[in-house]
């Protein structure tokens, strides 16, 4: 543990030296910064205002925002360390690979997640300043998907890291990978799979596989519990979970996909040839 511990350390460090960490607090923060300027808390949107309003435009701007800002700098990680020639210089200290690995996922995590977060509880304390009501249901429902999603990104990213030979190829994969869970968003999977004749239980089960899907649809699910704006598809949906059922199975599933990601990725770095 006090190995895992110093990596995770470690990994912060280098983080909070590192350009990309400035921009992406500098991005999330200013999004809720530009979002009170503009005066998105006094408008209306399906009933909602305030900072309603707000969180529900962030949830939105952070889903096609922090994946890929996660994939790109994680799958750096193993990648950029192994082109570096870090592993050599690794073997040779007291450190076993199994706290070196989980250790960098651990200190990027924490990395990755606090600016997150940080912007959430800041617009809380405008709200509070400000006197505008605090939905605290959302915004701890909103927080968790957010840790949940960072998560899940991260052991993608993982996973990428430890199966790329190079940096630029690790880079590569990443976007590809962005961009295919992207082009799914919406449910656009479901007219062509319907189009070919299939049952709608499994055209929306293949849809919800894509953990972008989930993670919009739980976001709708808050402030249009009868996700309205998703058409049909919210019948199978609903009659498959129920409201609650899918918010927590939008929790639960990203989860084991992250996790189950990065011990991918760990069983396939330390099986690899580390030089």
Known sequence: MKQLWLTAKLDIVESLRARWFQIYTLVFGGIVALLFVFGLTESRVLGFI????????????????????????TVRSVAGDREAGVYEYLLSLPVSLVAWFWGKILGRY????????????????????????????????????????????????MLISALARSTD??????????????????LILLGVMIQGKISPELAVTIALANPLQVFRTAAL???????????????????MFS?????IFALVYPTIVGLGAATLGYQLFRRGDLP
Request: net charge negative; charged share 10%; glycine share 6%.
């Open 243 to 247: 409201v609650t059922g899918y918010k």
């Open 110 to 157: 924490i990395v990755i997640f606090l600016p997150v977060f940080g912007a959430m509880v800041l617009a809380v304390l405008i709200a509070l300043v400000r006197d505008i009501e605090v939905p605290w249901e959302m915004f701890v429902y909103y927080t968790a998907l957010l840790a949940v999603m960072a998560a899940c990104f991260l052991g993608i990213g």
């Open 221 to 239: 699910a808050l402030f249009d519990p009868q996700l309205i704006v998703l058409g049909p598809s919210a019948y199978v949906i609903l009659d």
């Open 50 to 73: 305030g900072l309603s309003r707000l969180l529900v435009t962030y949830i939105q701007l952070t889903m096609a925002i922090l994946p890929i800002f996660v994939l790109i700098t």
């Open 169 to 186: 190829m690790a880079q590569g994969a990443a976007f590809v990978v962005w961009l295919t869970l992207l082009l799914f968003l919406d």
